[in-house]
């Protein structure tokens, strides 16, 4: 059974469409992560929830809008996508937010914004 | 602000050969230090962590010692292997109030030869 699991692994749209990413994560963890990895693999946090409420939130466009339906899921809905929006997503939790908590991390979506 | 500085890659090795990447970071407080492993097409997992000065961390023949004097956290192997190739990531947690959010180096790649 994967640990932490993405959908869909690629993703290829246009220019302006509205796409959603889902994660979902059975360890039982109760904090999750979204993470966005650019072309240069640098890697940037952008929300965490924590028992379904928002406790990071990064510098992000207010295009992008996590929700999560429950401690297990996680989800990344981009509207209006824009060429710089093409990257990989990774999806992470830990058991709580406490600071030096390990964090594991799902496959990746890879996204390409054409 | 709190940052951490990776050595540039790539980094091409022999097989067996003696592997260091070295790890310094700026941070607040004293956070806990990681060092994840991106395998071609994966996602990340964390290879080890010390989440306090002095701590050793290891796993897989990697070590890594928080030296808390030189803000430090190198990586090292003794005899790489040809599977050890991937993007390595070194990364803290910032205490007080930091929720548990990673902040990644800009990784480097370690290319492994036969």
């Known amino acids: 059974d994967t640990a932490v699991s993405q959908t869909p692994k690629y993703l290829v749209t246009q220019m302006g469409n509205d796409k959603s990413i889902k994660c979902e994560q059975n360890l039982g963890h109760d904090t999750m992560y979204w993470y966005k990895q650019d072309s240069k693999k640098f890697l940037k946090i952008m929300f965490s929830y924590n028992n379904k409420e928002l406790i990071i939130n990064e510098t992000v466009p207010n295009r992008f809008s996590p929700k999560s339906p429950d401690k297990a899921h996680l989800n990344l809905h981009i509207n209006s996508l824009e060429l710089g929006d093409s990257a990989v997503y990774f999806c992470?939790?830990?058991?709580?937010?406490?600071?030096?908590?390990?964090?594991?991390f799902g496959p990746g979506t890879r996204l390409l914004v054409l | 602000g709190d940052s951490v500085t990776q050595m540039e890659g790539p980094v091409t090795l022999s097989e067996e050969a003696f592997l260091t990447i070295n790890c310094t970071y700026t941070a607040t407080g004293y956070p806990s230090l990681f060092w994840y492993v991106q395998y071609p097409g994966e996602g990340l997992q964390l290879l080890l962590k010390?989440?306090?000065?002095?701590d050793k961390g290891s796993n897989k023949g990697f070590e890594a010692t928080y030296r808390k004097e030189t803000t430090s956290f190198h990586l090292e192997k003794g005899s790489v292997q040809v599977s050890d190739s991937a993007v390595y990531f070194c990364?803290?947690?910032?205490?007080?109030?930091?929720?548990?959010?990673?902040?990644f180096g800009a990784g480097t790649r370690l290319a492994v030869h036969p």
């Open positions: 990364a803290l947690t910032i205490p007080s109030g930091g929720y548990n959010k990673l902040i």
């Open positions: 992470a939790s830990s058991q709580d937010w406490d600071e030096g908590e390990t964090q594991y």
């Open positions: 010390a989440t306090k000065a002095d």
